[in-house]
């Protein structure tokens, strides 16, 4: 991920070096939260999605997560790509922790 300009420029090259998983990420709306919430409510999201750092079970360990639910971000990686990646912080009440019950069975 080195290769993404922290600055909020978009070039060509940035865009080819991400992944795709990493990529549809691009002007997100992302909720805060915490390891031990992840823990408790999605165990499925075991590492950030940009720089795999695994997931801990702690309040103090800061997280984000779009409404899918379907990956997560570490603090660190959310405040180096916020502006290259346009994204946009939720106050945390949007989480629907419900829908990770249901998760699994529309995949």
């Not at 002007?27 to 940009?50: H, K, M, Q």
């Not at 779009?66 to 180096?80: K, Q």
């Not at 629907?96 to 019950?101: F, G, S």
Request: charged share 35%.
């Amino acid at each position: 991920m080195e290769e993404l300009r922290k600055d909020g420029a978009d070039t060509a090259d940035d865009r080819d070096a991400l992944p795709d998983h990493v990529r549809r990420l691009k002007e997100a709306a992302l909720n805060p939260t915490d390891g031990e919430e992840i823990f408790r409510n999605a165990p499925y999201l075991t590492s950030c999605e940009v720089c795999l750092k695994p997931v801990c079970d702690s309040p103090h360990q800061r997280w984000f997560l779009p409404h899918d639910l379907s990956c997560c971000i570490c603090e660190t990686c959310y405040h180096d790509f916020r502006e290259a990646f346009k994204w946009k912080e939720l106050d945390g009440w949007d989480t629907d922790w419900d829908m990770e019950r249901n998760w699994h069975r529309v995949r």
